[in-house]
């Protein structure tokens, strides 16, 4: 399997976008998380999930303004740049 560029959009359920996206760098994937609609709930889920990226390498960013003091801000020019870059897009 070659190396992809995985874009995953957590979009309706953040917890699993995190387990999705740690998980699919166990294949060598380059993936990229975008959270999107709204911030990321504070639950032991979440902060645990937030360890499984930490360690995969992922550096997620998001387009709710309110979490920009903690992930960088993708606006919409950059999200299309994110799409381009990706050679699959995963929406959860």
Do not use: C, W, Y
Not at 50 to 79: F, H, N, R, W
């Amino acid at each position: 399997m070659s190396e992809k560029k995985l874009l995953v959009l957590a979009r309706r359920d953040h917890a699993e976008a995190m387990r999705v996206a740690a998980g699919l760098t166990i294949f060598g994937h380059a993936v990229s998380l975008v959270f999107m609609d709204r911030p990321v709930e504070e639950s032991a889920e979440n902060a645990a999930n937030a360890e499984l990226l930490e360690l995969s390498g992922i550096e997620p960013q998001t387009t709710v303004a309110a979490m920009a003091d903690d992930l960088p801000l993708l606006d919409a020019d950059g999200l299309a740049r994110a799409f381009a870059a990706a050679d699959a897009v995963l929406s959860l």
